[in-house]
Structures are given as C-alpha cells and as structure tokens.
C-alpha cells in the first residue's frame, strides 16, 4: 500500500451529509473473530427482505472462501489502488481502514440505497470501523458473534481450507488478531454479544434485537462471561505456539 493511500485513510473525514445519512438509516454491523460465522449469519439474514445487503469496497484480490472464489459486486466490490484514491478523495466513503495492508471500505451509496429502500442495512465489518460508525450514531446496532468455544471455533476455520498446512500458516496468524478483536470488544459496552451454536437461531436472535433491543440484555451479561472464557482460552493458545 503506497503511502499516499495511508496518508489518505489515516485522515479521511466523513462528509458531514453523509454523517446524517448514517443517522437516519437503521444500521445492523456484524463483527466477531474470523471463522465465527459472520458470512453464514448475514446470508440467512439477507433471506428476510427487510434487510439489504451492504458490500464492501475493497483493494485486496478476489480470493477462495468455503471452496468458491469471491464474486465481484456480491462478496465485495474489488477495487485497485488508483480507484480507491480517488474514491478517497471524493469522500465516497462512510469510513475506511487498513486491514491486513489492504483497504477495505463502505460507500455512501450503499448506505443511501438502504436508506431509499426502507431497508436494515447490514454488513460485517472490522471493529475498529464498528467505532467510526458509533461516533456518527449511537443508534447504529453492532453485534459480536462468538463461537461457542475454542474447540469448535478452530473446526469451523479449518474448513475454509483444504490445504492443513495453509490451515495451520493461516490460524497461526490469525489467532492474535483473534484476541485482539475479542479484548476490544469486552471493553466497549454497546456490543450485543450473541453465541453462534446454529446460524439459524442467530439470525433469529439479531432479528429480534434490531427490533426489541432491551430485552437482550441480560443475555448480553451471559454471553460475555462466555466470551471471557473463549478470550483466556485463545491466549493460552497463542502462549502455546508463539
């Protein structure tokens, strides 16, 4: 990544138009660790059509998940570095970051077609921007969906590759970004945690939540005791192997 498009995402400022745009769209944002079923959840949420798909602009190639290659337009709008530097400076953007060295970002418009639609947009997206969101609109609803333990959460991984020793490069990396995310989000208070035992009972529960927020949050204490535990597992993991 060149350092003009550091330079540009390190200081981009959402227009203020666009701020209010966030304000007035009913905003669903799904985070968690990798493997934790993010994909899968939105999928069966994008089945009711009250929600409206939200795809991410990003600079990073089109790769394989789950055995299929990544779709332009449906799994994200892949752009190259000079598209995305003038999207930058257009301030086409909600908000945009770094992950991974690449640049991976929501547009305005997307956020616009939801809005006209009467939609709930929804998309997965790194914590740090789940924040940038949170700043514009408190009314923005972010979800962290946890595994139900270590165990199972490391079998779900494994199966996005066929290849054990990619397997095993990949999780070795992976794990501290794992933990990372998970200690980042116990410390933020406006996160629904949810435990992904059945994707179809997840997206039921997040359905529920966009539309009875109060009565969750009681679970919400429960599954962070939950989430503590997958945290101290993940760290003596990571003591393991480093």
């Given at each position: 990544?060149?350092?003009?498009?550091?330079?540009?995402?390190?200081?981009y400022?959402?227009?203020p138009?666009?701020?209010?745009?966030?304000?007035k769209?009913?905003?669903?944002?799904?985070?968690?660790?990798?493997?934790?079923?993010k994909?899968?959840t939105k999928?069966?949420?994008?089945?009711?059509?009250?929600?409206?798909?939200?795809?991410?602009?990003?600079?990073?190639?089109?790769?394989?998940?789950?055995?299929?290659?990544?779709?332009?337009?449906?799994?994200?709008?892949?752009?190259?570095?000079?598209?995305?530097e003038?999207?930058?400076?257009?301030?086409?953007?909600?908000?945009?970051?770094?992950?991974?060295?690449?640049?991976?970002?929501?547009?305005?418009?997307?956020?616009?077609?939801?809005?006209?639609?009467?939609?709930?947009?929804?998309?997965?997206?790194?914590?740090?921007?789940?924040?940038?969101?949170?700043?514009?609109?408190?009314?923005?609803?972010?979800?962290?969906?946890?595994?139900?333990?270590?165990?199972?959460?490391?079998?779900?991984?494994?199966?996005?590759?066929n290849?054990?020793?990619?397997?095993?490069?990949?999780?070795?990396?992976?794990?501290?970004?794992?933990?990372?995310?998970?200690?980042?989000?116990?410390?933020?208070?406006?996160?629904?945690?949810?435990?992904?035992?059945?994707?179809?009972?997840?997206?039921?529960?997040?359905?529920?939540?966009?539309?009875?927020?109060?009565?969750f949050?009681?679970?919400?204490?429960?599954?962070?005791?939950?989430?503590?535990?997958m945290?101290?597992?993940?760290?003596?993991?990571?003591?393991?192997?480093?």
């Amino acid at each position: 990544m060149n350092n003009k498009l550091q330079f540009l995402v390190e200081n981009y400022q959402t227009l203020p138009d666009a701020i209010e745009l966030v304000a007035k769209t009913r905003i669903l944002l799904l985070a968690g660790i990798s493997g934790a079923g993010k994909d899968t959840t939105k999928r069966h949420l994008l089945k009711n059509e009250e929600y409206c798909d939200i795809i991410s602009h990003t600079t990073r190639k089109p790769r394989l998940n789950n055995g299929r290659e990544e779709i332009n337009g449906i799994d994200y709008n892949f752009i190259d570095s000079q598209e995305a530097e003038i999207m930058l400076k257009e301030r086409q953007f909600i908000e945009a970051k770094f992950v991974h060295g690449n640049i991976y970002a929501t547009s305005v418009s997307q956020i616009c077609n939801a809005y006209s639609n009467n939609k709930i947009a929804v998309t997965d997206i790194d914590i740090n921007g789940i924040a940038e969101y949170k700043k514009m609109s408190p009314g923005v609803v972010a979800v962290f969906i946890l595994p139900p333990d270590y165990d199972i959460w490391r079998s779900r991984f494994a199966n996005r590759y066929n290849d054990k020793e990619e397997f095993e490069r990949e999780f070795k990396r992976r794990l501290p970004e794992a933990i990372n995310s998970l200690t980042t989000a116990l410390d933020l208070p406006y996160f629904h945690f949810i435990l992904n035992e059945d994707f179809r009972d997840t997206a039921r529960i997040i359905d529920q939540i966009m539309h009875q927020p109060i009565e969750f949050n009681y679970k919400d204490i429960e599954v962070r005791v939950r989430a503590q535990k997958m945290l101290e597992d993940l760290k003596k993991q990571y003591n393991k192997i480093k």
